[in-house]
C-alpha cells in the first residue's frame, strides 16, 4: 500500500518538474544542468518504451 502511494506521489513530482521546466522555456528563464540532465534521462527512459508507428502496423 505504501509503495504503491509513493509510486503515485514520485510519478505526480514528476510530472510537476516536466511542466515547470516546460514553463521555464516558454518564459525563456535558464534551466539548471541537473534539471537539464534529468530531463535527458525521463526522455530516454520514454523514448525505450515507445515503439515508432512504423512498426506498428
Same mark, same amino acid.
Given at each position: 500500500?505504501?509503495?504503491?502511494?509513493? /509510486? &503515485?506521489? %514520485? &510519478?505526480?513530482?514528476?510530472?510537476?518538474?516536466? #511542466?515547470?521546466?516546460? &514553463?521555464?522555456?516558454?518564459?525563456?528563464?535558464?534551466?539548471?544542468? %541537473? /534539471?537539464? #540532465?534529468? #530531463?535527458?534521462? /525521463?526522455?530516454? &527512459?520514454?523514448? #525505450?518504451?515507445?515503439?515508432?508507428?512504423?512498426?506498428?502496423?
Amino acid at each position: 500500500m505504501l509503495l504503491k502511494k509513493f /509510486d &503515485e506521489n %514520485k &510519478e505526480a513530482l514528476m510530472q510537476i518538474g516536466r #511542466e515547470a521546466i516546460a &514553463e521555464r522555456r516558454r518564459l525563456g528563464l535558464p534551466i539548471s544542468a %541537473k /534539471d537539464l #540532465e534529468n #530531463e535527458a534521462k /525521463d526522455r530516454a &527512459e520514454h523514448e #525505450e518504451i515507445r515503439v515508432p508507428a512504423a512498426m506498428r502496423q
